[in-house]
C-alpha cells in the first residue's frame, strides 16, 4: 500500500531530518527478478509524484527550523548572483545548498563563515554571512 510507504518515509524523515537521495529503488536481487512487473507506467508515475511531494513538503518543513540560526558554511562555489555553500553536516550536491548573496561582500571557495539563516525554500536555504561568535 503506497499509504503505508507514505507515512514511513514521513516518520523516518521527521526522526532523521534529511532527505531521501533518490526516488527509486533499485537494488536488483534474485527474489526481485523473479516477480513480475505489473504495476502499470501511470501508476508508479503517480506514485513517485505522491513520494516527491511529501519529500518536498518534509523539506521545506525541516528547512523553516532552520530559520534564524547561525550555521557554520564551507562555500563551494559561485553561481550567478549568488555564493553556493552548505553545512559541514552536508553532502555537496545532494543536501540544502545555502545561498548567499554574492553583491555584499566576498567568499573564498573552500572557507567556513557563520551564516544567518534568513528563509526557506523546499530544498534551499538563504542567509548572510553574520560577524563570528
Known amino acids: 500500500e503506497v499509504g503505508l510507504l507514505l507515512a514511513r518515509i514521513a516518520q523516518q524523515q521527521r526522526r532523521a531530518q534529511r532527505q531521501v537521495g533518490d526516488s527509486r529503488a533499485q537494488a536488483p536481487d534474485e527474489r526481485q527478478r523473479l516477480l513480475r512487473d505489473d504495476v502499470p507506467e501511470a501508476v508508479k508515475q503517480e506514485r513517485v509524484e505522491r513520494i516527491m511531494a511529501l519529500q518536498r513538503d518534509l523539506s521545506l518543513e ?22 553556493v555553500g552548505r553545512t559541514q ?4 550536491e545532494v543536501d540544502q545548498e545555502i545561498l548567499i548573496p554574492a ?15 534568513e528563509r526557506a525554500s523546499d530544498y534551499d536555504l538563504y542567509g548572510r554571512v553574520v560577524p563570528r561568535r
Open 62 to 83: 525541516n528547512n523553516m527550523r532552520r530559520v534564524g540560526r547561525v550555521e557554520r558554511v564551507v562555500i563551494d562555489s559561485r553561481q550567478g548572483d549568488y555564493y
Open 89 to 92: 553536516y552536508d553532502s555537496p
Open 103 to 117: 553583491a555584499e561582500r566576498r567568499l573564498v571557495r573552500g572557507r567556513f563563515y557563520d551564516v544567518g539563516i
